[in-house]
């Protein structure tokens, strides 16, 4: 590894696959060559924070520097350089730890400013795409994100970053056919346009179908979506499982649908096919009301002496069964937290990915979902309307 540095003027090493006694996810060491020293960036990640600690000296033996940091329990090492890609495989034996080294071809094209502070980029530009964001109103008329709607900003650009490589590979799969996307309970639609309007400007065609309720919010949709002239792009008015259009669809959104309206939106994919669900519910007040001291385990009853202990039983409770109730469905689903408490407290999603799933895991999580349904003595509305697979008799 020294000797592969010493031949270089910069690299980037990242450590990962950490030993179960280091507390950290993945270490980013990056380093450019000065007058025979070495100036020298460190980044570590946790599962949630990342911590930057450049260096307040030029470093001589870089080698020793990766070296210390490779000992603390690391799986896996790749040194990036112009030249070359060396990779350290790591494995820890009853007689010590044993290493295997493999040298590539270079992987990274970009050296410019690899130790300089990263900017963090947006999906959405405050400058760049002040135009989309002036008609959602997240924006003020000289262009500046208004302060009311910093946190709506916030999570509209990290769901659009997270979800918008989803939306490419499934483009990708299927070339020549537009990508078909429901929002159900639009609301505002903050969400499903910023994807219609991410997705044109990266060449993808795409029809959105929007439905809510609420006929003012209705109103605002059609006015934005021909205000940014975004094609094929419908909402319509009533209920969630009124929507008509489409007979089938690739993504299904719905997010802080209230109480049943999720359960709405979860069915509504259901028949419509859906191969990606984006959900982030929002209320349960459905079975929060059908919990009882007399149904639920008695080593639980504590949790509903509470008013709050009660209402955070009944979120869990129902987003575990309906995470279960897709999964019965042939999904890939789970709860996951899209965005900090302090920008939202409804912060919950569940991500649901279909995938080839065979009848007798199906059958598994059916009957987990009875068994837990059975437990408590509740009936989520996700249950009601969905019929799970059952066992041939």
């Not at 135009?131 to 959602?136: G, K, N, Q, S, Y």
């Not at 997270?162 to 490419?168: C, G, K, N, T």
């Not at 505002?188 to 219609?196: D, E, Q, V």
């Amino acid at each position: 590894m020294t000797e592969l540095i010493l031949h270089t003027h910069a690299f980037a090493a990242t450590y990962s696959k950490p030993f179960h006694d280091n507390p950290w996810k993945r270490v980013v060491v990056s380093g450019n060559q000065c007058d025979g020293e070495w100036n020298t960036r460190i980044e570590r990640f946790t599962a949630k924070q990342s911590f930057t600690e450049p260096s307040g000296a030029l470093i001589e033996d870089i080698g020793a520097l990766l070296a210390k940091e490779l000992s603390l329990g690391w799986g896996q090492l790749l040194v990036q350089t112009p030249e070359h890609d060396l990779i350290i495989l790591q494995t820890r034996k009853d007689n010590g730890v044993q290493s295997t080294t493999l040298k590539r071809s270079p992987s990274r094209k970009n050296w410019d400013n690899i130790t300089a502070a990263r900017t963090k980029r947006h999906m959405l530009d405050a400058h760049d795409d002040v135009a989309l964001l002036r008609v959602l109103d997240l924006a003020g008329a000289d262009g500046t994100i208004l302060s009311a709607m910093a946190d709506k900003f916030r999570q509209v650009n990290h769901l659009c970053a997270q979800w918008m490589p989803q939306l490419r590979s499934l483009a990708a799969e299927q070339p020549g056919r537009s990508l078909s996307i429901v929002d159900a309970g639009c609301g505002k639609a903050y969400m499903s346009l910023a994807l219609m309007y991410l997705l044109r400007r990266e060449g993808i065609t795409a029809e959105l179908h929007g439905v809510d309720s609420n006929p003012h919010v209705i109103e605002h949709c059609r006015n934005a979506a021909s205000q940014l002239e975004l094609a094929s792009t419908t909402f319509s008015c009533g209920p969630i499982g009124s929507l008509s259009q489409p007979t089938a669809c690739d993504v299904v959104i719905a997010l802080h649908a209230c109480d049943t309206a999720t359960d709405d939106a979860l069915a509504l994919a259901l028949r419509l096919q859906a191969s990606l669900m984006i959900i982030a519910p929002c209320c349960h007040h459905y079975v929060q009301q059908q919990l009882r001291s007399d149904r639920v385990p008695e080593a639980a009853r504590p949790l509903l002496d509470d008013g709050i202990t009660k209402e955070r039983l009944g979120d869990l409770l129902t987003d575990s069964i309906r995470r279960d109730v897709l999964r019965a469905h042939g999904f890939d689903a789970h709860l996951e937290e899209f965005i900090a408490l302090e920008h939202t407290q409804k912060n919950v999603l569940l991500r649901a990915t279909r995938i080839k799933r065979n009848k007798r895991d199906q059958l598994r999580w059916a009957d987990r979902v009875r068994a837990t349904c059975e437990a408590w003595g509740i009936q989520p509305r996700i249950c009601e309307m969905v019929e799970l697979p059952t066992h041939d008799v």
